[in-house]
T-cell receptor
C-alpha cells in the first residue's frame, strides 16, 4: 500500500546530540517537505525538495539539513540538538501533477532536554 | 505578507450539532485552498478548492470557496465524536502553502 512513513514516532535526547529523522514514501512522489509544528500553531516549512539532488530551505530558519539521494527517502538531520528544537516534525510528499495536495507522515515528536 | 486566518480557534459542541469553520486569506497569486483534518499527528486531506471548483461535498462534510470575500467555510452536519480534531486550512500561492493555525473542534457525546 502506498504510504509515507516517519521514524521514530517519539524521540527524547540530550542537548548536543546529533539526530536524524527518517522519512520514506512509496508513492513515487517527486516533491517532499519537512514541516515543524508546535501545539496550536501553524505548520512551518523548514525544507523541501523537488526531486533527487534537489533541496531548498523553507520560510522557517532552521539549523537542520536534509538530503535527497533517492526519490523515496528524505531524511532530516540536526547536527547538535538544543531544547529550542523541541517540536513536532512532519514529513509530507506531493505529486505536482495533481496540485498542492499533500500526503503526511505520522510525525516525529522530538524532545530535547 | 501572505497570511491565512482561521476562526474560531476552538469550538465545543454536542453530538448532532452542525458546525461551520471559517478560513480567510490574503495571498498573492491564489492557486487553491485546501482543508485538512488532524486527529493525532498526521493531517489527512479533506478538500481542495480552486477557481474552477468552488464547492465540494463528501458525506456530512462540505466546503465552499468565496473568492470575492477571500474566504472559505467548512461545514460539518450531524457531528459525531469522531469529528473531534484540529481542522487546518492552507492556501497555495505561487510555489508554497500558507497554513492557518487551525480550529480545534471538540464534539461532546
Amino acid at each position: 500500500e502506498a504510504d509515507i512513513y516517519q521514524t521514530p514516532r517519539y524521540l527524547v535526547i540530550g542537548t548536543g546530540k546529533k539526530i536524524t529523522l527518517e522519512c520514506s514514501q512509496t508513492m513515487g512522489h517527486d516533491k517532499m517537505y519537512w514541516y515543524q509544528q508546535d501545539p496550536g500553531m501553524e505548520l512551518h516549512l523548514i525544507h523541501y525538495s523537488y526531486g533527487v539532488n534537489s533541496t531548498e530551505k523553507g520560510d522557517l530558519s532552521s539549523e537542520s539539513t536534509v538530503s535527497r539521494i533517492r526519490t523515496e527517502h528524505f531524511p532530516l538531520t540536526l547536527e547538535s540538538a538544543r531544547p529550542s528544537h523541541t517540536s513536532q516534525y512532519l514529513c509530507a510528499s506531493s505529486d505536482p501533477q495533481v496540485g498542492e495536495k499533500l500526503f503526511f507522515g505520522s510525525g516525529t515528536q522530538l524532545s530535547v532536554l | 505578507e501572505d497570511k491565512v486566518v482561521q476562526s474560531p480557534l476552538s469550538l465545543v459542541v454536542h453530538e448532532g450539532d452542525t458546525v461551520t469553520l471559517n478560513c480567510s486569506y490574503e495571498v498573492t497569486n491564489f492557486r487553491s485552498l485546501l482543508w485538512y483534518k488532524q486527529e493525532k499527528k498526521a493531517p489527512t486531506f479533506l478538500f481542495m478548492l480552486t477557481s474552477s471548483g468552488i464547492e465540494k461535498k463528501s458525506g456530512r462534510l462540505s466546503s465552499i470557496l468565496d473568492k470575492k470575500e477571500l474566504s472559505s467555510i467548512l461545514n460539518i452536519t450531524a457531528t459525531q465524536t469522531g469529528d473531534s480534531a484540529i481542522y487546518l486550512c492552507a492556501v497555495a500561492s505561487n510555489y508554497q502553502l500558507i497554513w492557518g493555525a487551525g480550529t480545534k473542534l471538540i464534539i461532546k457525546p
